[in-house]
Structure formats: C-alpha cells, structure tokens
C-alpha cells in the first residue's frame, strides 16, 4: 500500500465512525441505560478477572488444609455476582439495541415517505426494503453487541496481563506471543471477510427486489410462460449468494482450526513451563492452576479484540449507505398558508424545459390553463404527456436552462415552487389508468389520506363514481377486502374507487392520465359519465386517447417530442393539424 492509498484508507475509515456515530446519535439511545449496561458489564468483567485468583488461594490452602465446603463459599458467591451483573449488562443493551433499531428505521421510514418521487424511480424497492430491515439491524448489532463486546474484551485482556505479569512474569511472556500470531492471522482474513459481507448485502437486497417484483407480476410471468425463465433467474441469484456463503464458511473454517493451533501451543507451552516451576517449587500449584485459568479466559478474548475490525468492516457498507440515503434532500411540503385556489388562477408553463438525468423530454414550453376549463393533452407515445402532469403535479420542476434562464411553472404570477407543496397537491385529483390500490378495505382506499371522511361522505362519494351499486352488492359493503394493490377487484372496479377517491377530495384541479384506456367500452362508457361529472366546476387536464374525452375538452394540446405543435379545439385541429387528423382517421384516437 502506498502512502497515498495509507492516508486516504485511514481517512475513509475515520469517515465511515464518523457515520455510525452520527447515526446512532440520530437515534437519541437512552445514554444512561448504555452507561449503566457497560459499566455493569466492566464489573461483571472484574468479577471475571478475580476468580483465578480466589481459586488459586484456595487451591494452595488445600495444600495444607482438608478440603471444607465453606473454603467455596467467596467462590460460588463470585461466581453468582458476575452471572447476575452479566444478566443486567445484556438486558440493558438489549434495550437500548431494540431502541437504536426502532429509532433508526423510524427515521428512514419517514425519510422514504418524504423523499422526491425521482428517488423511487431510480430505486428498485427491494433494495429500499433492504436498507430498511437488513442494514438498520447490522447497525443495531455493532453498537448492543460487538462495541460492548470489544470494550468488556479489551478490559478483560489488560487486566488479565497486569495479573498475570504480577504472578509470573517469564510465563506471561509465553502467553504474549499469542497475541501478535492471532492478529497477522485475523487482520488479512476480516479484510476479506469485510468484501464478501458486503457482496452478500447487495446480493440480498438484489434478492429482494428481484423476488418482490416476480410475485407481484405472477399473472404476467404465467401468461407468458416464463416459469422456467424466471426458476432460472431466482436460481442465479440464490446461487450466488450460496457462493458467497461458502467463502464465508471456507474463511471461518480456516480461522478456527488456526486459532485452536495457537492456543494449543500456548496450553502445551505454559503446561510444561509451569509444570517445571511448580516440581522445582518456584511456583505454587495454586498460581498455576490460575494461570491457566487466565489464559482460558484471555484467548477468546483476544479472538474478540481481533476480529472487531472484521465486524466493523461488515457494517461499514451497511452504515454507509444509510448515512447517505438520510442526507439526501426531502421535499419541502412547505408553509401551509402560502397557497392559492386551483379553480381560480391560470396555471402557465413559461420557457420549461425538462429532461429526466438532463436527457430534454420537453423543449422550452409555453402555454396556459385557465381556471375552469379541460384540457386534453394528446399526441404519439413518449411525447411528454404524462411528464407535463408530473410537473403540473410538481413531482418534478424545470430544471434545463435555455439562453442560461431556467422556464417557470406559474400559478397566476407567483413561481409555484414558492406555494405550499401540502396544499398543491390536496387540490388536486390524480385518477391514472391503471389505479392499484392499498391493501386494506374498500373504505380505506376511499378514504386514503382523508382520515376524518365519514361513512355517508364516502357512500356518496362512491354513488357519483358509479361504483355505489357494485360496493352494495359485495357481502360487506364498504368494509370489504380489496386485497393486496386491489386485485380481488376488476379493472372497472378499481378505476370506480379511485374516481370516487376522486370525488371524496372534491379536487380544484383534476388530473385524468388516461383514466378510461383499458377499459371494455361499455364500462368505459359508464366511467365516463362519471367523469364528466366529477370535471364539472374544475379546471381538468386530461392525457386522451380517446375521441370521447378529446372532443369535450375545451382545448387540445398536440404534443410532439416535447414540444407543442398544435393546439384548438377538436375540429380546428382535425382542419389544420396534419399528424392530429391522422390519429384521428387511423381511429388511434377511438
Ligand atoms: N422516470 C423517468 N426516467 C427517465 N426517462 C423517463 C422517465 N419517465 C419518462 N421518461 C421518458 O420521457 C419521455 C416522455 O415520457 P412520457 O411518459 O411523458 O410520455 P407520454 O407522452 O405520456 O407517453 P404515453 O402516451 O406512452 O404515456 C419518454 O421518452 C420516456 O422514455
């Protein structure tokens, strides 16, 4: 290792504490609970310490004396001392690890739920599971189980060898030796142990995501016969992580038997060192017998010692990771009274440009909504359709400059990004075309994000969605099951709840992203009246594919790679716009 690649290791290592630290900071640990634990534990560790030598007084009193009960009494009382200190030691960590654990995947939760929409599409949500559960419970271990550990473990060391060099201090230099060995073997061994725990952290999140996304698209992987293909994949991964586990074990099983060398050969050498010195009488049988009560004692604990840097170098991917997804930036959901009436104010696009990763989607748009009116958006696939909702709903913002000027989303004169975001968005009304639901009741899905609506608000609600007599005629109305993401419910069903979720806002702005495209024509004609009911009295902005909704709205918008390159009425457009009259003839507008 060069100087260079020395300082910045060491750097990073520095870093990466620095991390767990602030993290478990974050967490507000009951100190007091972990300073009484440790504390307890040191005593407990002291008790440890005393032991040998209690045993080595009263094996020389045998010496000389017959052997009495009472003469075990200061032991057995010891021994009883330090079982009991230990009990209170682990529960105390216990609690405060269940605390840091608990803290910690309260304050990513809430991070999840606040983070920008970009965030989930740029992240599978296994691997958002994954840090949830798997690296919070590492983080959990390193500060209830392997720091205590190490500190009771480096106190145990220390305080056995001061003893020890006290008794003897020519045996005691046999015993040192296994302290060097221990670490030349340990230290290349935890490097590696370090790269393989965290490969098998990111197999398991990938795992994760991998199996989440599978049986969550089972009808897809049936219908198109891809059982054997998606066996296959899953089997990959597995055996990959099963590759993994076998270096793990390999690694293990070489450092076992190694350290059961080294503390052979210290056993044999102290055995047959002390021995000598106990026949020539220049030690007692009873400092040997506590020497090698020491020496049981210490080389696990130097085990421990040892492979600390191992298990930190476990959790360092883990905290990393966490560290770094709390410090990105929330949405701001804002000041709740800086906001405006949707239904009220022109919404204008001025000079937005917009690209997902600065890849333009849209190019320097300029147009604007009135208050009240509906608005198709139409135009061929991956126009930017749907992205221009996305920033209407202010999921995104334009963030592409043209002549070194970043455009502007208005609402009447002010700059949106200075409104409330809470307010923006519990304005608007967002029914998509394919509307999963939450697991729950068909209440609860009504409901979502309104919990004081009452049960007449929701039945009304449901009636103006069309969706009243279908609810009525399920065995328990509005408290029946929708199952996970709403599948024990048809397409039209679940499109009805969600227009009904729709209604039950009583939204100033209402967003329609194809809301009818993948239904049959007669629910489709049904939800339609319930649509056009719902638009009444609000300013609508629909992405049609449909002649229907096209030919109701007030104005349509041709959008073409990005930009606009018609707009009027159904029948302007049908006159002057050539590519509108084609979609149209060529029924892709039905
Ligand atoms: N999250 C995203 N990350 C990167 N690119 C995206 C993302 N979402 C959309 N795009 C890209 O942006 C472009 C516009 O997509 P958009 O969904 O706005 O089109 P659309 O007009 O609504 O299409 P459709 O009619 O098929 O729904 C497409 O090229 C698409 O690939």
Redesign the pocket.
Known sequence: MTQSQKTHSTHSLNKRSTHLRALIAQTRPSYWRLSLGLFISLLSTSASLVLPLIAQRLIDRLAHQTFSLSALGPLALLFLLSGVLSMMGMYLFGYVGNQIVANLRKTLWAKYVHLP??YF??HSSGESVSRLINDTTLIKDVATSYLPQFISAVVMVTGSFVILLWMDWHLTLVILLAIPVTFLVMWPLGRLMGHISKLTQDGLANLNGYAEEVLSNMRLVKSANAEAYEKNRGNQRIDGLFNLGMRETRLFSIINPIMSIVMMVIIIGVISYGGALVRQNVMTSGTFVAFLLYLFQVVPQITTVASFGNQMQRVNGATTRVYDLLQLASEQLGDRHATVALNKIPLTFRDVSF???K?P??HNLNFTFQPGRVYA?V????????????IIERYYYPNIRQADKLGRFMAGDQNVASLSLSQWRQQIGYVA?ENSLITGTIADNVRYGLSNATDEAIWSALAAADAANFVRQTEHGLATQVGESGLKLSGGQRQRIAIARAFLRNPKLLIL??ATASLDSNTEAHIQVALTRLMHDRTTLI?A?RLATVQQADEILF?QQ?RITGRGTHAQLYRTHELYREFVDHQIIK
């Open positions: 929409l970009s599409t740029d690209g997902y990763d890849r989607v849209l958006l135009g061929p696939s991956g126009g930017g359709k749907t992205t221009i909702l996305s075309q992203d194809e992405s594919h959008i990005g």
